[in-house]
């Protein structure tokens, strides 16, 4: 089990990267749906499967939406691909940042650390990740108006930045 988490882990690492490094519109998307489902699968092996399913759906049917319409509007005749010689060289220095930070903080992990939402579930009515997901709503349900309302402004920025100089409010007059 715990290589499989590792697996995860690096999996996430890698999709993250591959948002980060940003060569089109297409290939952020397909990097955010492959950070989407491993960051999910860290959360089931762990006992949190009702956490993750909701944020896997709210984050594709929220997220990827904003994306779809950017893909769309901001249609490049020759998108940069992930081999090419800029993308890689961003590859390159954030796979050299995850290296120090590994490097630095190595000697704190350990397979012992990592344990499961259920661990105790001898003292527990509930599984965790319900009752988790209940005080996630309970008391962040202000923190939810604005994070939507947050996101809304967001697509609305992104679709008026990806209109073009010519036609939308960022234009020389």
Same mark, same amino acid.
Not at 110 to 121: A, F, H, R, T
Not at 147 to 155: D, E, P, R
Not at 160 to 171: A, P
């Given at each position: 089990?715990?290589?499989?988490?590792? !697996?995860?882990?690096?999996?996430?690492?890698?999709?993250?990267?591959?948002?980060?490094?940003?060569?089109?519109?297409?290939?952020?998307?397909?990097?955010?749906?492959?950070?989407?489902?491993?960051?999910?699968?860290? !959360?089931?092996?762990?006992?949190?499967?009702?956490?993750?399913?909701?944020?896997?759906?709210?984050?594709?049917?929220?997220?990827?939406?904003?994306?779809?319409?950017?893909?769309?509007?901001?249609?490049?005749?020759?998108?940069?691909?992930?081999?090419?010689?800029?993308?890689?060289?961003?590859?390159?220095?954030?796979?050299?940042?995850?290296? !120090?930070?590994?490097?630095?903080?190595?000697?704190?992990?350990?397979?012992?650390?990592?344990?499961?939402?259920?661990?105790?579930?001898?003292?527990?009515?509930?599984?965790?990740?319900?009752?988790?997901?209940?005080?996630?709503?309970?008391?962040?349900?202000?923190?939810?108006?604005?994070?939507?309302?947050?996101?809304?402004?967001?697509?609305?920025?992104?679709?008026? !930045?990806?209109?073009?100089?010519?036609?939308?409010?960022?234009?020389?007059?």
């Amino acid at each position: 089990m715990t290589y499989l988490v590792s !697996l995860l882990l690096m999996a996430l690492i890698v999709g993250l990267i591959a948002v980060a490094s940003n060569p089109a519109p297409y290939f952020a998307a397909l990097g955010l749906v492959v950070a989407a489902g491993v960051g999910c699968g860290v !959360l089931v092996s762990h006992g949190g499967s009702f956490l993750s399913l909701v944020l896997f759906l709210i984050y594709l049917g929220g997220m990827l939406v904003v994306f779809a319409y950017s893909a769309a509007l901001a249609a490049e005749p020759f998108p940069e691909a992930w081999g090419d010689r800029s993308v890689v060289g961003y590859v390159m220095i954030y796979l050299l940042g995850v290296g !120090l930070m590994v490097g630095v903080f190595w000697e704190g992990w350990y397979e012992g650390s990592w344990v499961v939402i259920d661990g105790l579930k001898e003292f527990s009515v509930l599984r965790g990740d319900t009752s988790g997901v209940a005080e996630m709503y309970s008391y962040g349900g202000g923190m939810l108006v604005i994070c939507a309302w947050v996101l809304l402004l967001t697509l609305f920025v992104v679709l008026e !930045l990806t209109r073009g100089l010519s036609r939308g409010t960022i234009r020389a007059v």
